[in-house]
């Protein structure tokens, strides 16, 4: 595996089809995120601390996207976007309504039916233009669904260099109401607060953080939009 491929932790919850699917490409991380129930407090919004510039990285072209720019049953929203440092990112959800060519359903545990997809559901993030996974092929950051209303919920930690656990990297997590926001807070005490996105006409929503080189995560916690917490997670790094 060459230092520019990731590993993924994200593990999916696919209502309905009653199973726990892993994604479809990497190795999973040591750590497994849980969730418990908590009340709690509203955490105010707040950014990460400034990284210092990376050096240039080579675009590398999509051409999952450039494909679905000309699809019309293709619908996609804007999660998150912005800079670390001198290094841009952006996060974006796509939700394909029928199965594109050349996906290919993988084979799920012994023992497990496979679910009836119809279409796909995408998690397109990018560091530096670069888009993490593209080494994995153009549905490499995608899973099947079993249409548009399904909820999906899951989280995962990506990157460019370390397979994902160093450097720069993207914290996304796919909710559901009455999930409205998360806040991450790194282990100096700094927050940062990401609303949840919802892709129209459809029952999928996410978010997005950002972490900068030399920051690390002490917990993840789900609001809801009154400023109840839903849960708290502190096995991520």
Known sequence: MSATQTERTRWKVLAGAGVAAAAATGIALSGVASASAAAGST??????????????????????????????????VLVGQGRMGHVTWKVELEYYRHLPRGYQVPTPPPGVPTPKYTGLLCERMYLGGVRIDHQGGPWADCDGVTGPAQPVLGEGLWGLTEKGTSGYRLFVGEDAPPAAYAVLTFTDGHKYRAESVHLRGTGFNAFAIPISKGQYIRSVDTFTAGGKRLSHETDWH
């Open 43 to 76: 955490a105010p919004p707040a950014k990460p601390k400034a990284a210092a510039p990376a050096a240039k990285t080579a675009k590398t072209a999509n051409p999952a996207n450039s494909a679905a720019s000309a699809r019309s049953d293709v619908s996609s």
